[in-house]
């Protein structure tokens, strides 16, 4: 963004830049509409998994993470914004609204999380044997209850009932010919240009994680080493409220932790298995002792740099995903 932009070019680049963020498959289930004074966020239901997600949590849960995106592209170019969610009733698909205040100093801190929008991947090669220090832990759970929600690590019990429920939830996955079908038309092998999982961000052969990692169409071909996860942190993103309201701020927060973690050069690893089934959900549950809704279970762990990353997945062109509204008659 430059000088001399009007504040509707302002938004519709904050929208393309949100295009960074992930999502469930890539499905990257957005819309945006950039108005002359506000941007607006829809779900985009033809991108939504109805098998694996007939309620729309990993929907939404995504749409927070590029709202996030949006936030931190306008605080990295020095701009206020103030945001109102779900704000119309009538029509739950509005997801978010933003709208630009004052432009003022442009924080280091947003700066950082724009650049580290850029170079973050999701990772699912196992993770190294250096512990995620604890002082950095304690900071991505203070980003999580910043936006609203709670990030709970989980102590080795825990991990176990979490090894559990995504069991649970990857065996009926496997038996129900509507989410492979899904599966195969999102990741690996050939799909649609600009969208899914490639290939070369699944791994070659099962990692030897605690927790299994989600089973893809077919295998990949990111190559893996022999490590497993034991010094991995897992933990579990959640909130007061099962609902879109919740499920937004979940996605906020996950993209708040994640460009966060990626600063201190931290890996997060997305786990939603065990959150889509009803009956994993309920056992999720129980590991946070009724004390909130699962939103997503995530790996926390410091990446093997030694290794060539996977490499960044496709992105939709912006105008597939942002719509430019025209200015009212008499204004240009
Ligand atoms: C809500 C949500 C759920 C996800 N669940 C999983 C998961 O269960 N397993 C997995 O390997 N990746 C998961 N991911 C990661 C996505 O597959 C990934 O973000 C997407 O393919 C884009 O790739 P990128 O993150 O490297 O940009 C999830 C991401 C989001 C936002």
Known sequence: MTAGQTSGEVLA?????????????NTQPWRWVAHPDRLELYAERSRQLSATDPEGRMLT??????????????AAQGWQATVSRLPDRADPDLLARISLGERNGISPEAARLHHAADIR????RPVTRERVPPETLSRLTRVAEDEGVHLQPLREGQVDDLAVAVNQAAEVHAGDLAVQA?????????????????DESIPEQPPRT??????????????????NDR?????????????????????????????TATVFGVGLLPISEAVEMPASRQTLRRTLSFLGWPYLAMRLGIPDYGHAEPPHTPRL??????????APAGQS
């Open 13 to 25: 680049s904050a929208a393309a830049a949100a295009g960074a963020a992930p999502s469930i498959h």
């Open 61 to 74: 849960i995504s749409c927070g993470a590029a709202l996030h995106h949006a936030r931190i592209a306008l």
């Open 121 to 124: 991947v999701t990772d699912r």
């Open 182 to 198: 899904e599966l195969r038309r999102w990741t690996g092998g050939q799909r649609a240009e600009g969208t899914g999982v490639p």
């Open 210 to 227: 605690n927790v299994a990692g989600r089973t893809f169409a077919h295998p990949g071909s990111l190559p893996i080493g022999g490590d």
């Open 231 to 259: 010094t991995a942190t897992y933990a579990i993103l959640h909130g007061d409220t099962d609902d879109p309201a919740g499920w937004l701020r979940a996605g906020e927060a996950l993209s708040a932790i994640w460009l």
């Open 317 to 326: 062109p912006a105008d597939r995903t942002v719509q430019v509204a025209p």
